[in-house]
């Protein structure tokens, strides 16, 4: 994941210093997701999987470089994005029955990157871009009946990629512009075994839908 990363980066600033003279742009963009994450959980053989609705809106600066009939740019999220606290009931009988799993996830290092192809003259384009992402989260399980902690894991951090593909408009106001867009989104699927060595966790965001408003301005 790292090496990619690295590439992706490496690539998109050797573009920048071979296009220096290029024109170049940046801006903020607030994106809307709407998806699906998806959960099977290993815990001592016992396996459980669940899956939740996810809509989050979130915002992020980009840097680009306008080589003409295409742009690359760099998508940078300097907030990190929790997910709150899920809660999973366990009353299946067996040795976690009347059991409440409790998960917070948080996803941080956000970056992405991007190309945009335009479609003429027409203001319209499309746009690719790979995203990549760190993410930890912690769990604590509790007995319903006693009330009692029994234990809080902690899982060592991941990082995955995301792939995103939209269509555009992009319109001048003056000394500024503005994009909208929409398209959608898939994540690669994280494994991560919990400090305790009790749980084995597959994750993954599927099925998104995104949209995205941009406002700009050349330089």
């Known amino acids: 994941m790292k090496k990619i990363q690295t590439i992706l980066i490496s ?14 742009k940046m801006g903020l963009t607030i994106t809307g997701l709407d998806a699906t994450g998806k959960a099977d959980e290993m ?12 809509q989050g809106v979130f915002a992020t600066f980009f840097i680009e470089k306008d080589l003409g009939p295409m742009s690359v740019g760099l998508d940078i999220n300097p907030m990190d994005i929790a997910s709150g606290s899920v809660t999973n009931v366990r ?11 409790t998960a ?14 335009n479609l003429g003259d027409t ?11 760190n993410m930890e989260a912690t769990t604590t399980i509790m007995n319903k009946t006693t009330t009692d902690t029994q234990t809080n894991s902690t899982y060592p951090s991941e990082r995955f990629l ?6 555009g408009v992009e319109r001048d106001l003056g000394d500024v512009f503005i994009r909208g867009e929409a398209g ?3 994540y690669e699927k994280v494994v991560s075994k919990s400090s305790s060595g009790n749980t084995t966790v ?6 998104g839908v995104h949209a995205r408003i941009s406002i700009g301005r050349a330089f």
Do not use: C, P, W
Not at 162 to 167: E, P
């Open 11 to 24: 690539l998109l600033f050797a573009g920048f210093s071979t296009f220096s003279y290029a024109d170049g």
């Open 43 to 54: 815990t001592r053989g016992v396996e459980q999987t669940r899956s939740e609705d996810i």
């Open 91 to 101: 009353s299946g009988g067996g040795a976690f029955n009347n059991q409440t799993n």
């Open 104 to 117: 917070e996830v948080e996803i941080n290092d956000n970056i992405g990157l991007y190309g945009i192809m």
């Open 123 to 133: 203001g319209a384009y499309v746009k690719a871009m790979v995203s990549s992402h």
């Open 162 to 167: 995301g792939g995103h593909i939209s269509i």
């Open 184 to 186: 959608l989104s898939e």
């Open 202 to 207: 597959e994750a993954q965001i599927e099925n």
